[in-house]
């Protein structure tokens, strides 16, 4: 059983979630999707809400809506519950869903590559999900993108396509869109990671990646606001540094 996050991280991670071109350009691409398949959403629960960055974007998007969010680490839900006083957190591990009402909506955010147990997780998801409910999630992919930087955050894997796929298949979920994103940056991507494969920092800066020039945040973040204009017309892209998928919950799922 594996389950890994550095609980030092939520400290930094929150000074720098609101000014990263990467969690904004996130942020924009799920509310999209969430106004795009569930536009009459009226509860959201996510799974691994960390410091609350996401749940905030979406309680500004869907003021009437019901939002709630666990995490595996109390430390994360601290700042969370700073963010947003009057949405309810819990400590829960995802391994092991208990809800008292199923949300229309679960989300899941760069979460399940934490956790060896991804199977169980989505099961618990589906499962959790109010009928006909959705379930949005992103994770990171391509094996080849596979670094020092997964290791010390903690990834248990990076996903093919087809795999998630089938993983949320066998759960009783219908993939209802998949797409990547972070495409334009993958080029970059490829050559840092390449780069961090063979330095001899056996302790690299977790955070490094976060902490970029302002010039340079701002053409990054410009590239994605390029992309999800695109997947907004309909185009799924093929490779990325990262994956969104939306997902029904299906009849078979419901017991």
Not at 23 to 50: D, V
Not at 61 to 88: I, T
Request: hydrophobic content about 45%.
């Amino acid at each position: 059983m594996k389950t890994g996050f550095r609980k030092d991280f939520y400290k930094e991670l929150a000074t720098l979630e609101g000014k990263n071109f990467w969690f904004r350009a996130r942020n924009k691409i799920i509310i999209w999707a969430l106004k795009k398949y569930m536009p009459q959403l009226t509860s959201f629960h996510e799974i691994g809400c960390g410091t609350g960055f996401v749940i905030s974007a979406v309680a500004h998007a869907f003021p009437e809506a019901h939002l709630s969010g666990s995490e595996y680490f109390n430390e994360g839900l601290v700042y969370a519950r700073q963010r947003l006083p009057d949405v309810e957190f819990q400590q829960m591990d995802a391994r092991q869903i208990n809800f008292a009402s199923a949300p229309d909506v679960i989300g899941a955010f760069d979460v399940l590559e934490h956790i060896e147990e991804d199977e169980q997780v989505l099961d618990q998801m589906a499962k959790a999900l109010a009928p006909n409910g959705m379930l949005f999630i992103t994770v990171p992919q391509h094996r080849w993108l596979w670094s020092s930087v997964d290791v010390h955050a903690c990834h248990v894997r990076r996903y093919k396509a087809s795999e998630l796929h089938g993983k949320m298949v066998r759960a009783g979920l219908e993939v209802v869109r998949s797409t990547s994103f972070v495409s334009t940056l993958l080029p970059a991507m490829y050559l840092s990671r390449l780069m961090k494969r063979h330095s001899d920092d056996a302790k690299p800066d977790e955070m490094a990646e976060l902490r970029i020039h302002p010039a340079l945040n701002g053409i990054f973040e410009w590239a994605l606001n390029l992309e999800l204009a695109i997947i907004r017309q309909g185009l799924n892209l093929p490779l990325g540094g990262s994956r969104l998928v939306v997902a029904r919950k299906l009849p078979t799922a419901m017991s």
